[in-house]
């Protein structure tokens, strides 16, 4: 591994000895310390006023109890997070997380990410993430919803459109948002709309918040082609994952003339050199909650299905991981490069691990972090609270284009710093360090707190 700053040395350790076994927090930590080299040289105020080893410690850690019912009448229990990570830029706001492997680093390394991402939309908003190891597959409806019902009857107490407004992440959709709204309004017999975001187009939701992570990935995924003189047009996409962010990426990389030909669940993935029909993949992942390899039995003879890992084997010019954490490792990077790939833009949360980031950008593939690349999710989220503030709410158009411009902006912010801090074209350092400097300079101004 390459060194850090030699200030940075302690804070990393304090970190590892304050959180153990929490890998995936102290993978996240590193990668952001590792890009903030040349900052400690160029500004020593940071470390001197122990911003860094500040913004790595959360502001409040919540873990609770979640007990409810499910439909054969047996108790069951749950553990629920709320990690408040950095409120500088103003609310705590990231999403919530029902997975069965959930448990506090996993919420912590989310949170910490979160804290960058959301200072590089250019919104007022502050870091956090949350969750529960409660495990949706499988479960009714009745049973998600007296999940949720328990969840907030914890959580409410810690919220608040000023406090902290969660949203989803994997596991959490409009139908949990929906359960969690309902058990707030009634709890605290406020209609507070702001309070969380990634709700119903009908009580409070915004336009394209549903679209807005995949087709932010998209937009940006654009702008690094385009400053490369390059397009969509025609180009070999694959794509890991199914869910929310996957499923509106393929869309868009459609609407903008490329060809997806592979994506994928937990349990295998599909090839479909025709390109993947979304209308059919929406039907069965987003409307019926199916498997992928449904996807191959009604497509026919010309979908290909293949249980297990191994999506990165399938020949691509461009690869989107937006499945999960460290699914894109560095036995998937070696084919992605054999085979030719040219980009890799991060749809999920941290989906490559460090040794593969480091062969992609050895090989000379462009490499777009999560942070920077995802953030379009919770950059609509934002746009959804400034509606929710206003009581007003905009056409699809209007925030499409709001979202295009932000991530944009992001892209350019990335490659000026990246410039500026001597690492020109590397979107891991520009968007490290732009998340970085904004929330550090805030947190300075507001003083030691
Ligand atoms: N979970 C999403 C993310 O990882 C969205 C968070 C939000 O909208 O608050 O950025």
């Not at 997975?99 to 590089?120: A, R, T």
């Not at 509606?387 to 979202?403: G, V």
Request: glycine letters at 12%.
């Amino acid at each position: 591994m390459p060194a850090l700053h030699e200030r940075l040395v302690p804070v990393y350790e304090e970190v590892v000895k304050r959180n153990p076994g929490e890998v995936e927090f102290h993978q996240a930590v590193w990668e952001v310390l590792e890009s903030l080299h040349p900052v400690v040289v160029r500004h020593p105020e940071y470390a001197d006023a122990e911003i860094i080893r500040r913004m790595c410690e959360p502001e409040r850690q919540i873990i609770f109890r979640v007990p409810w019912v499910d439909d054969r009448g047996r108790v069951q229990l749950n553990r629920g997070f709320r990690v408040e990570f950095n409120s500088a830029l103003g609310p705590y706001k990231g999403g919530l997380r029902f997975h069965p492997s959930v448990y506090l680093g996993i919420i912590k390394f989310l949170g910490f990410e979160q804290i960058f991402k959301n200072s590089l939309t250019g919104m007022p908003i502050g870091g956090a993430k949350g969750g529960a190891d409660f495990d949706p597959k499988g479960r009714s409806d009745a049973e998600v919803m007296r999940f949720c019902q328990s969840f907030m009857t914890e959580l409410y107490r810690h919220l608040g459109e000023h406090t902290d407004v969660p949203a989803g992440d994997i596991g959490v959709g409009a139908r949990e948002i929906g359960y969690l709204f309902g058990q707030y309004k009634r709890i605290t017999n406020r209609y507070e709309s702001g309070v969380l975001t990634g709700k119903g187009l009908t009580w409070g939701g915004a336009q394209v918040r549903r679209e807005a992570t995949g087709y932010g990935l998209v937009f940006f995924v654009d702008e690094i082609l385009r400053t490369r003189g390059d397009s969509f047009d025609g180009k070999t996409v694959v794509v890991s994952g199914s869910g929310n962010v996957a499923v509106y990426a393929i869309a868009k990389v459609q609407q903008l003339g490329g060809r997806v030909i592979a994506c994928s669940d937990s349990d295998g993935y599909v090839v479909d050199e025709a390109g993947i029909d979304f209308d059919l993949l929406h039907e069965i992942k987003i409307e019926r909650r199916g498997r992928i390899s449904d996807y191959a039995a009604k497509r026919g003879s010309g979908a290909t299905y293949v249980s297990g890992a191994g999506i990165w084997q399938v020949p691509c010019d461009i690869a989107l991981p937006c499945a999960t954490q460290n699914e894109l490792d560095d036995v998937g990077a070696a084919s992605l490069i054999r085979n030719g790939c040219r980009v890799v833009a991060e749809g999920a949360n941290m989906p490559t691990t460090p040794a593969a980031i480091r062969m992609l950008a050895e090989a000379g593939v462009a490499f777009a972090p999560g942070k920077a690349a995802n953030a379009g999710g919770v950059a609509t989220s934002a746009l959804e609270m400034q509606q929710n503030a206003s009581r007003d709410s905009w056409t699809f158009e209007y925030t499409e284009k709001r979202l295009a411009e932000i991530m944009r902006s992001i892209h350019e912010r990335c490659l000026v710093t990246a410039e500026a801090y001597g690492s020109p074209g590397n979107y891991v350092v520009g968007a490290n360090i732009a998340g970085f400097i904004q929330v550090a300079d805030a947190m300075l101004a507001l003083g030691v707190i």
